[in-house]
């Protein structure tokens, strides 16, 4: 069985999250890690995680808010790590793709949450979108260690952030017709990577297009097996081992 190590089970996307979490058991997916982004979807994340087992979360301001985040966003989040199944903190990071971004403000938020990071020593999955030169000098300031999620990247990249401690966060894109990813994780080699969704976004082929939920990571280890010509088995142990290395969860098969 494997993790879905970095998703977005909100109402707003999903109407039946228990008949959800139980189907994609069924699909061998034995826990999921549920990413919050603002002060709504952090309180929603810690309670799942409470709820369901299979559900862990991760507390975060995602940069596309650091210009409207108020410090009592980041009070909650400190206040609340010891919650159960709070595993790390996230998602954070930079986001220079749309016009009319606060670069400055983006730092100083990503550099605040590294530091509680670094003081209570939880990982951190990393969202870096056109914005790798930032993200990584962020990085290096902190003693701190994660995944970067959702990584489209060079190898080049790909090696400085696991020089840097980190795993590679891999999902659907990997699947995608053309995608330059699947040469960097032949190249990178399983023992620096995750598996996760990214759900609601980002359906691996065969379902892309459809809404995405953590039981597709099953297609993504398929493509995975047969690109590499490794066996499913093997993927999905040494990922797991990968999981285990990075957040605090034991119930993992
Ligand atoms: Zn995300």
Same mark, same amino acid.
């Given at each position: 069985?494997?993790?879905?190590?970095?998703?977005?089970?909100?109402?707003?996307?999903?109407?039946?999250?228990?008949?959800?979490?139980?189907?994609?058991?069924?699909?061998?997916?034995?826990?999921?890690?549920?990413?919050?982004?603002?002060?709504?979807?952090?309180?929603?994340? $810690?309670?799942? !995680?409470?709820? #369901?087992?299979? &559900?862990?979360?991760? %507390? =975060? @301001?995602?940069?596309?808010?650091?210009?409207?985040?108020?410090?009592?966003?980041?009070?909650?989040?400190i206040?609340?790590?010891?919650?159960?199944?709070?595993?790390?903190?996230?998602?954070?990071?930079?986001?220079?793709?749309?016009?009319?971004?606060?670069?400055?403000?983006?730092?100083?938020l990503?550099?605040?949450?590294?530091?509680?990071?670094?003081?209570h020593?939880l990982?951190?999955?990393?969202?870096?979108?056109?914005?790798?030169?930032?993200?990584?000098?962020?990085?290096?300031?902190?003693?701190?260690?994660?995944?970067?999620?959702?990584?489209?990247?060079? $190898?080049?990249? !790909?090696?400085? #952030?696991?020089? &840097?401690?980190?795993? %590679? =966060? @891999?999902?659907?894109?990997?699947?995608?017709?053309?995608?330059?990813?699947?040469?960097?994780?032949?190249?990178?080699?399983?023992?620096?990577?995750?598996?996760?969704?990214?759900?609601?976004?980002?359906?691996?082929?065969?379902?892309?297009?459809?809404?995405?939920?953590?039981?597709?990571i099953?297609?993504?280890?398929?493509?995975?097996?047969?690109?590499l010509?490794?066996?499913?088995?093997?993927?999905?142990?040494?990922?797991?081992?990968?999981?285990?290395?990075?957040?605090?969860?034991?119930?993992?098969?």
């Amino acid at each position: 069985m494997y993790m879905d190590t970095h998703a977005h089970i909100y109402k707003e996307y999903y109407n039946d999250i228990e008949k959800l979490l139980s189907q994609i058991k069924k699909d061998n997916c034995f826990g999921v890690i549920n990413a919050g982004c603002n002060q709504e979807t952090n309180e929603e994340v $810690i309670l799942l !995680a409470k709820k #369901y087992n299979n &559900l862990f979360a991760t %507390l =975060g @301001i995602h940069p596309e808010n650091a210009t409207n985040y108020k410090t009592k966003n980041i009070d909650y989040i400190i206040k609340h790590l010891k919650e159960e199944r709070v595993v790390g903190i996230g998602e954070i990071g930079l986001d220079f793709h749309y016009q009319g971004y606060n670069k400055e403000e983006q730092i100083m938020l990503f550099e605040k949450q590294l530091a509680i990071a670094q003081k209570h020593k939880l990982p951190v999955v990393i969202h870096s979108r056109d914005a790798t030169n930032d993200t990584i000098k962020c990085l290096k300031k902190f003693k701190v260690t994660g995944v970067i999620h959702c990584f489209t990247g060079s $190898i080049e990249t !790909a090696r400085e #952030y696991i020089k &840097l401690g980190y795993k %590679l =966060g @891999i999902g659907g894109v990997v699947t995608f017709k053309n995608a330059k990813l699947k040469e960097v994780v032949n190249a990178i080699g399983l023992e620096n990577i995750v598996l996760e969704t990214d759900c609601p976004y980002l359906s691996p082929d065969p379902v892309r297009g459809k809404i995405n939920h953590p039981g597709n990571i099953k297609y993504i280890i398929e493509f995975l097996s047969k690109y590499l010509n490794i066996s499913e088995k093997e993927i999905i142990k040494k990922t797991n081992e990968n999981v285990k290395k990075v957040f605090d969860i034991n119930i993992m098969p």
